[in-house]
């Protein structure tokens, strides 16, 4: 995955270390997402989409109840439009899932 054209558009941050990058894996996140993460901790484009930081991974994921209203999935981003990006956690599938309104319960 080459994102230099990605990161000419929007505020790319500081890609995470190979260490954490396997602490993550271990714990819960999708290859894909790994691997993103390998050259970008994070993003938001000019029309506000977002890909969040892995340090604020797991907040954004208790505070939308995420394990709760869509086991096996990890949010992984948003619109900043109440609507949210998802991945299945366990690697199956690189697909990224739109969700329902962020905080309603309808996931």
Known sequence: MDIGKLAALCGIRVA???AGLDELRRAWLPP?????YRQAGGF???SEVAVYR??????RNETF???RYSPGYC???DDSGGRGFRMA???SSD?????????????
């Open 95 to 107: 697909a990224v899932f739109i969700s329902g309104r962020l905080g309603s319960g309808g996931f």
């Open 16 to 18: 995470t270390s190979a």
């Open 54 to 59: 892995i340090e604020d991974l797991a907040d």
């Open 32 to 36: 894909a997402l790994v691997e993103l």
């Open 75 to 77: 949010l992984i981003g």
């Open 44 to 46: 938001e484009t000019p």
């Open 89 to 91: 956690c366990d690697g």
């Open 65 to 67: 109840e995420v394990a």
